[in-house]
């Protein structure tokens, strides 16, 4: 199978690539950091703001609070034919923050953010954005719009994304069992099991080499290697989309490029111009 699951969840997913060069699966690593639009906050209108923050602090903190981005329902404003600063109902959403403190001291959280779509709101309503001291007040609107990693971190739909060779670790007859690898293995490969060495753990193996190091046996007690046909890329969600659809879309960003490339060339072929 040249693509197999290794473990997914809403925030991660792990995936092994057989039979594709290394460079093709870092360009899908590389798409997924910078070219898969996510939502973020890049217009903020503050209309009161009697807290110690400033408001260009403020605006910077609201730009980095992860949004909840239904790709499909919105245009990336370059894209989009209403060509305004503030944007329109296809590439922006309205986000509203009207708070205050009366009493005591108190923190704004992202929860009171009010959006005007249900499906683009902060992916946890627990995010502080600022602090207000009695008497104190914060109104504004913000826009949020879609954009890609490319042009700021803040519109990164990824939180990480890693490509790492498939490691092969075997044992051989030469093994005495001393248990010399276990402890010098940090990422729990082997174990010893009633006297005898065990992988346990085989796709935990950075390639670090430490176990080859440590065995004494001659030929050594294990081979490891890298396997050169097959790669494992880890796609972590920075919270915006599932891992599995940030992959997929990147994916699709990477055919687009080609696509373009190959658009640009599909023309008639010029002909070989004679030497003079
Ligand atoms: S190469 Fe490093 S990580 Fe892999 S099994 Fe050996 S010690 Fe562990
Ligand atoms: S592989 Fe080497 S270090 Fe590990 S148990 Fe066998 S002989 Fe000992
Ligand atoms: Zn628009």
Same mark, same amino acid.
């Not at 910077?60 to 981005?69: A, D, E, S, V, W």
């Not at 990164?156 to 790492?164: F, I, P, Y």
């Given at each position: 199978m040249p693509v197999q699951v290794l473990e997914e969840s809403y925030e991660k997913v792990?995936?092994?690539?057989?039979?594709?060069?290394?460079?093709?699966?870092?360009?899908?690593r590389r798409a997924s950091m910078s070219l898969v639009p996510v939502m973020a906050i890049d @217009?903020?209108? $503050?209309?009161?703001? !009697?807290?110690?923050?400033? @408001? +260009?602090?403020? &605006?910077?903190?609201?730009?980095? $609070? %992860? *949004?909840? !981005? %239904?790709?499909?329902?919105?245009?990336?404003p370059s894209e989009c034919d209403c060509k305004s600063a503030l944007g329109c109902p296809k590439c922006r959403v309205l986000f509203v923050l009207d708070a205050e403190a009366t009493d005591k001291v108190r923190d704004v959280l992202s929860a009171e953010l009010v959006s005007e779509d249900e499906e683009v709101k902060p992916v946890s309503p627990n995010i502080p954005i600022?602090? *207000? &001291?009695?008497? /104190?007040?914060?109104?504004?609107?913000?826009?949020a719009k879609l954009g890609r990693g490319k042009s700021h971190?803040?519109? /990164? &739909? !990824?939180? &990480?994304?890693?490509?790492?060779?498939?490691p092969l670790v075997a044992l051989n007859e030469s093994c005495n069992n001393c248990g010399m690898c276990v402890s010098a293995c940090t990422k729990d490969v082997f174990s010893i099991r009633n006297g005898k060495l065990k992988v346990d753990n085989p796709l935990n193996c950075n390639l670090c080499f430490e176990c080859l190091e440590s065995c004494q046996a001659e030929p050594k007690g294990i081979n490891v290697k890298? @396997? +050169? @046909?097959?790669? $494992?890329? !880890?796609?972590?969600s920075s919270g915006g989309m599932a891992a599995r659809e940030i992959l997929v879309q990147a994916v699709k960003e990477v055919i687009k490029l080609v696509d373009d490339v190959i658009d640009k060339f599909s023309g008639e072929v010029l002909p070989v111009e004679k030497e003079k």
């Open positions: 792990t995936v092994v690539f057989e039979g594709f060069p290394r460079v093709y699966v870092n360009s899908i @217009d903020v209108v $503050i209309l009161e703001n !009697t807290s110690s923050f400033y @408001d +260009e602090v403020i &605006a910077h903190r609201l730009g980095l $609070i %992860p *949004l909840k !981005t %239904p790709l499909e329902k919105y245009l990336i600022i602090k *207000l &001291a009695p008497g /104190q007040k914060i109104k504004l609107e913000a826009y971190s803040k519109w /990164q &739909a !990824t939180s &990480a994304a890693v490509l790492r060779s498939y890298e @396997d +050169e @046909d097959k790669f $494992i890329l !880890t796609i972590e």
